[in-house]
Nanobody, 121 residues
Framework: QVQLVESGGGLVQAGGSLRLSCAASGSIFSINVMAWYRQAPGKQRELVAH???????NYADSVKGRFTISGDNAKNTVFLQMNSLKPEDTAVYYC???????????????WGQGTLVTVSS
C-alpha cells in the first residue's frame, strides 16, 4: 500500500504564489518519477511538471517560467512552487509517483487525492 498526501492548495489572488507539497509513504521501494497534474472543471487532466530521481525536470508550456518543481529523494517528497498565478491555473492539482513497489516488486503508478487551487481575478 502506497499513499500520496498533498497539501498547500487554497485560494489566492491573481499574481500571487502557492507552494504545493506531496509526500509518498508506504511500501514503495524506489521512485523514478514524481509529477504534478491538474484538472480544471470540464477539462481533461493535464501534466503540469515532472521530475525524475536524477533531477531532470519538464514543464507544460503554460507554466514555464512561473512554476518550479523540486524534490527530496530521501523523503520521497515533491514540491511545486507556483508564482505569478493566473485565474486559468485554477484546478485540482494531483500528485503522481511512479516506481517500484509492492511484493513482488512491480513498476507502478500512484496518485494523490488532489488539492484545490483557486486563483481569483
Amino acid at each position: 500500500q502506497v499513499q500520496l498526501v498533498e497539501s498547500g492548495g487554497g485560494l489566492v489572488q491573481a499574481g500571487g504564489s502557492l507552494r504545493l507539497s506531496c509526500a509518498a509513504s508506504g511500501s514503495i521501494f524506489s521512485i523514478n518519477v514524481m509529477a504534478w497534474y491538474r484538472q480544471a472543471p470540464g477539462k481533461q487532466r493535464e501534466l503540469v511538471a515532472h521530475i525524475t530521481s536524477g533531477g531532470s525536470t519538464n514543464y507544460a508550456d503554460s507554466v514555464k517560467g512561473r512554476f518550479t518543481i523540486s524534490g527530496d529523494n530521501a523523503k520521497n517528497t515533491v514540491f511545486l512552487q507556483m508564482n505569478s498565478l493566473k485565474p486559468e491555473d485554477t484546478a485540482v492539482y494531483y500528485c503522481k509517483a511512479e516506481g517500484l513497489a509492492g511484493t513482488p516488486r512491480r513498476y507502478l503508478a500512484f496518485w494523490g487525492q488532489g488539492t484545490l487551487v483557486t486563483v481569483s481575478s
